[in-house]
């Protein structure tokens, strides 16, 4: 890190541990960075810069013929496989918390729905996740993560309604840079917590600390995030329309494998190019 950013690392990291400090967010953000046991790679040396937290999370997974999904993921990240069956997900949720390092989450921009269909990739042993597209009710999302993470985000009219233990999720697409798209779901968990165990399809599904994207000029950039070991549930879901994967013309057939989790917190740094594989 050199310029700017290496003058205002050490700002940014004070004034998150006097905002860290206080009941919130924020806190818990900070505090997921002293569980790293579970990760597959050591922490990146740069600072982080945003944290979110995801809550009412829903994993749909579906296994997808490599072949049907390879059109979709650029040749330069290999599709990752598990018993030689990919996986495509649909997964909705609730963001909060948003900010930057050293800011307390600001009232009601931090706070929006969202949907992402999403693939599995990996580059230099490198496990990741390629987004086929990402839909969110905020327009200051949409553009801000397009900008900086160069992710297929677009805006969607989406609404969550929760009485408990179930969740009301819908999601209208409108962004002209993408197809129309609906998904309508309820939801609830069904079981109790727990850790995915290490090697099984579902750890596999989720615990990957990369995101991965490519420019129009086919340079490979990689987000890295980092977060607690995910706490799963069983969940039942009755999905009642699903059109976010019609614009890729793939079709999701049989019942998903369902996974539920109440709350992520989570940290991200800033996208950064990779020079070889895997960077």
Known sequence: MTGVGALLAPIAAGADAVVGA?????????????????RPWS????????????????????????EALAPHVPASLPLDTYDGSAWLSVTPFEVSGTRPRGLLPPPRLSRFPELN???????????????????????????????LYRLPYLHARMAIDRDRPWIDYRSERRDPR?????????????????????????????????????????RVFAGDIHHRPWTLQDAAADVRENTMTSPHGIALAGAPLLQFAARQDVVFWPLRQLAGEGG
Request: hydrophobic share 40%.
């Open 22 to 38: 206080l009941p919130g967010a924020a806190r818990r953000q900070r505090a997921a960075l002293g569980a790293t046991g579970h």
């Open 43 to 66: 922490l990146p040396d740069a600072p982080w810069v945003m944290g979110q937290t995801w809550s009412d999370l829903l994993f749909c997974h579906w296994p997808v013929a490599a």
């Open 117 to 147: 269909v999403r693939t599995y990739v990996t580059l230099g042993g490198r496990p990741g996740i390629w987004f086929l597209s990402l839909d969110a009710d905020s327009m200051l999302a949409v553009a801000a993560a397009r900008g």
């Open 178 to 218: 993408g197809a129309p798209t609906r998904f309508e779901a309820r939801y609830r968990p069904t079981g109790g917590n727990r850790h995915a165990e290490p090697g099984s399809l579902e750890a596999w599904l989720v615990e990957r600390y990369r995101l991965y994207t490519v420019d129009d000029h086919g």
